[in-house]
């Protein structure tokens, strides 16, 4: 018997809901479906293939493509035949995808287009992916003169060269603590840590998140945000199988909004950003809206806050004058406005990976769209605490997620135990003993619980930003490079919450005043903070940099202060920089840096 792993579960659903569409993709002007028995039998094609190309027990295969299902057929596969996957993503560097590939030693890698592999071709001819060996092509991509490239059709045809004894073999040799997928996130300094997850964690988290959002095969759910991250992989991936929903592959980025409304998902996963997009789109059409119909809609709001306050506090449906009330603002308002949205049929909304603004929250609560707030991370498979249905707070980021244990430690930071804790950091013991303690994963985070068992984010202990999309981006190396600059005495990148990342440069007295007594500006930093010369120099310094980071990793805006950071204030003895410090004493320019 194979253990009851992700894959495992895959086949059986092929067995049992045979023809029942699995996935959907959008071709010719409609969505075309793939049912759970075409599924099953294309992740064993896959993993049949990988095994004829010489992929072996314990090696890596890393994915590199935006979500399609391709994707899943190789995340799947790849476990299934007792390897681990690796999803990169898509904006990645070539340098920083190399560093992924390299840290894995995965001999094959699977590429979305000729952009996708073009960042493999230029690391593989400067020599840094030697365990490389072969490439393969998502479906639909065009052939490439190279040997070492597969089209999806030449890959699938592989299969022929194993038999499907092999393959059932290497999933019953699965076992629930062996390593199933690696999650690479950014750590507080350096390259990313790879986080390791068993087979258990996943399946186990897959197990206790569907109960909470009722998850079935009347579902559905638009699979559009990076698949390296567990949250995306979780919705997309572990919970889908384990219960039926329905994936609609959204076409790409540009035409997620569009997609939403065309299949109007019951179960839909977003980062802050995207709840931005749509908060930002519903005011601008308020304000042009005639008066009597922005009456109509503030009152409608106002019963809806009221509705759903009864609802996340568990009293159930609104009932008399409150009921009827309730039904007049859905003729008038929410019917029209949720389709509008894509949230016409929105049982579930979440919101994780960043922290979201209660007055989104709030707006969408009047818009009778309840947004159940998730806190985690990938070292617990994605959910510590959970807003669920009929407890929920606002401001809080739920009650602990069904099996974990959570505990508050002496400074506040937030200790995690379950079956969701994962291995370990792939390679890097030191890094691994220091997260996890006599079994209690250390987020890093600091929290505290009110009294009644709801999780309140205070802080984090560490410098990590994580941006309204949800990408966590270690700051120091980004500033350091800026601070390669002679005339930069401090760097400091903002972005945490917000849509991109800007930095606050203070200059170096010393270095600046000699650059303007040579360029005959002013040699004074307050004076010199304005000159347009300077920030034009600084202005191409940073574009430089920018040329070797990934895209959401760039540096859009700056402000050069009048004058530098200084010990006591922002700086430590030890001339560290206290980040609430400058935030507190520079709000003003940081808040002029994003003003649309």
Request: charged fraction near 20%; proline fraction near 6%; aromatic fraction near 8%.
């Amino acid at each position: 018997m194979a253990v009851d792993s992700i894959p495992a579960r895959l086949l059986a659903a092929g067995a049992s809901r045979g023809s029942a569409p699995a996935y959907h993709v959008k071709s010719g002007g409609g969505w075309t479906s793939t049912s759970w028995s075409e599924y099953a039998a294309l992740v064993r094609r896959v993993g049949k293939a990988m095994m004829a190309l010489g992929f072996e027990p314990g090696e890596k295969a890393c994915i590199l493509g935006f979500n399609r299902p391709e994707w899943l057929l190789m995340d799947v596969a790849t476990m299934a035949v007792g390897g681990a996957p690796a999803g990169i993503y898509t904006t990645c560097s070539p340098p920083e995808v190399a560093y992924i590939v390299s840290h894995t030693e995965a001999p094959i890698v699977l590429v979305e287009n000729h952009a996708q592999w073009d960042k493999i071709r230029i690391e593989r001819d400067a020599g840094n992916l030697p365990n490389v060996k072969h490439v393969v092509l998502m479906d639909g991509a065009e052939a490439v003169a190279d040997e070492m490239v597969l089209t999806w059709t030449e890959f699938l045809e592989k299969a022929a060269d194993s038999d499907d004894a092999s393959f059932d073999a290497r999933l019953e040799a699965l076992k629930a603590a062996d390593l199933a997928t690696l999650i690479y996130t950014s750590g507080t300094t350096g390259p990313p840590k790879g986080v390791m997850l068993s087979h258990e964690n996943l399946s186990w988290t897959a197990d206790q998140a569907s109960p909470l959002v009722g998850a079935g095969p009347t579902d559905s759910v638009v699979s559009y945000l990076p698949l390296s991250h567990i949250a995306e992989q979780m919705f997309t991936l572990h919970v889908p199988i384990t219960t039926g929903v329905n994936v609609y592959f959204a076409e790409s980025i540009e035409k997620v909004k569009d997609n939403f409304v065309e299949v109007q998902p019951t179960i839909l996963f977003a980062v802050p950003r995207i709840w931005e997009k749509f908060y930002a789109g519903v005011n601008a059409k308020l304000a042009t809206a005639p008066p009597l119909r922005q009456k109509i809609g503030s009152w409608a709001m106002s019963v809806g806050r009221e509705v759903n306050a009864r609802r996340n506090a568990g009293q159930g449906e609104p009932t008399g004058l409150l009921g009827m009330k309730y039904n007049l603002a859905n003729k008038l308002v929410f019917s029209k406005a949720k389709p509008n949205l894509g949230l016409g049929r929105a049982r579930i909304c979440v919101s994780g990976a960043a922290p979201i603004s209660g007055e989104i929250i709030s707006f969408f609560t009047g818009l009778d769209v309840i947004i159940h707030e998730v806190y985690g991370q990938s070292e617990d498979t994605g959910p510590t605490s959970f807003n669920r249905p009929g407890r929920t707070r606002v401001g809080s980021v739920g009650p602990a997620f069904p099996g974990v244990d959570i505990k508050i430690a002496e400074d506040e930071e937030i200790l995690v135990k379950g079956k969701n804790v994962f291995l370990g950091y792939y390679k890097e013991p030191e890094a691994t003993a220091e997260a996890l303690v006599d079994g209690w994963l250390h987020s890093g985070d600091l929290g505290k619980f009110d009294s009644d068992g709801f999780l309140h984010i205070t802080g984090r202990k560490k410098d990590i930003i994580i941006t309204a999309g949800g990408k966590n981006i270690a700051p120091k190396n980004i500033e350091a490079s800026i601070k390669d600059l002679a005339q930069v005495g401090e760097a400091v990148v903002i972005g945490d919450r917000r849509k991109f990342l800007s930095a606050l440069i203070s200059l170096d007295p010393d270095h600046a005043a000699a650059w303007g007594k040579a360029n005959g500006e002013p040699e004074d930093v307050a004076a010199l903070s304005q000159s347009a010369k300077l920030r034009g120099v600084i202005d191409a310094h940073i574009a430089e940099v920018n040329k070797s980071l990934a895209r959401v990793e760039q540096i859009k805006k700056f402000t050069i202060l009048e004058r530098p950071l200084e010990i006591g204030r922002e700086l430590t003895p030890t001339m560290k920089v206290q980040r609430p410090k400058v935030n507190t004493n520079f709000a003003d320019q940081i808040e002029a840096m994003y003003v649309d």
